[in-house]
């Protein structure tokens, strides 16, 4: 019995806490990509609905309760639920660690990402709570906001390597790199700038969100900003953004590119005149709460598409064997020696 239980346990461990990069992995990886853009989804909605005072108080829900009541209705559910969510967000991060816990020797970069993705969690929930002392400042709002997008960057590039070191596992060949293709002096510093940019249009965009209507409660405080101004001054970034990746998609055909660079372009761009015409609708119709909420899912896909370019013509990321596939190759080669 007691042998069988430690055969259970070991498996266990083998599955949650891999020697290597395995299925469970990746899902793991595209699961905090999901998940972290899924925030921000959320958080737009205890917004739209005007949820966001739905808990009065924090980290209690109430003075008296740190859960919602009947008498707070639909709104106090709808807050207290995006709440909830912290403790997904929280349980993939434990989750990835101890994915990557075994390989963290060989892999740091990847064990420190997730270190990060977990450690951000609690100073995002203090940031929320700052948020509902302070009334639904829009300028705590827009922080709130930009670290979650931070996060979903950090995330997108733990998924991706991931993914190339699950693929270099499957394929059994030479070391997988992330920059698999060619890239130029063009190229590269257009996939900064394009980066670089779409940071400048979630930023803007927080003050435009911030001076519109949708404050999460009747009461929050606005920013006296001209609507007009500074949503040109939010557009202007997404012109060059544009501008830039039709750029490097003309330049690309003409260099010996990959599929998976180009599909990053091309989904970038996708991504970008899909926002913009979003942008463009809810402005000149008054904002309609479910094109705002849809402009807001738009944002974790921007987010998403902008990391990968950066990643796919700037990153010098290979993979790379882990201490135990380095220990079967060694002992391997003793072998064959023999």
Request: proline share 4%.
């Amino acid at each position: 019995m007691t042998t069988s239980g430690n055969h259970t346990a070991r498996k266990w461990a083998d599955v949650l806490m891999p020697r290597t990069f395995t299925l469970w992995t990746m899902i793991l990886g595209v699961a905090s990509v999901i998940s972290q853009a899924g925030i921000i989804v959320t958080g737009g909605a205890v917004r739209l609905t005007a949820s966001g005072l739905g808990c009065s108080e924090w980290p209690r829900c109430t003075p008296d309760s740190y859960v919602t009541t009947p008498e707070m209705g639909m709104h106090g559910a709808i807050e207290f639920g995006n709440r909830l969510l912290t403790f997904v967000l929280a349980a993939i991060a434990v989750l990835m660690i101890l994915a990557l816990l075994r390989v963290r020797k060989t892999h740091r970069s990847l064990f420190n990402m997730s270190i990060v993705l977990l450690l951000v969690i609690p100073a995002q929930a203090v940031i929320g709570g700052i948020t509902v002392w302070t009334g639904l400042n829009p300028w705590v709002v827009s922080l709130h906001f930009i670290v979650s997008a931070l996060m979903v960057s950090i995330a997108t590039l733990l998924a991706h390597r991931i993914g190339a070191e699950r693929r270099a596992r499957l394929t059994q060949g030479h070391p997988v790199r992330l920059q698999d293709g060619q890239s130029t002096p063009l190229t590269r510093v257009a996939a900064v700038m394009i980066y670089a940019a779409g940071w400048v249009v979630l930023i803007v965009g927080t003050v435009v969100t911030g001076s519109g209507p949708h404050g999460g409660d009747p009461t929050a405080p606005r920013h006296d900003f001209d609507q007009l101004l500074v949503s040109r001054m939010h557009a202007a970034p997404v012109y060059l953004m544009i501008t830039l990746a039709i750029i490097v998609a003309v330049v690309m055909y003409r260099m010996d590119t990959s599929l998976r660079q180009r599909r990053a372009v091309w989904a970038l761009i996708a991504v970008i005149v899909f926002q913009a015409l979003v942008g463009f609708y809810q402005h000149f119709n008054g904002l309609p709460i479910l094109v705002v909420g849809l402009h807001m899912i738009g944002t974790g896909f921007v987010t998403w598409a902008m990391t990968l370019v950066l990643d796919v013509f700037t990153a010098k990321y290979a993979t790379r064997p882990t201490r135990s596939e380095l220990m079967v190759e060694d002992s391997g080669d003793q072998l064959a020696s023999a």
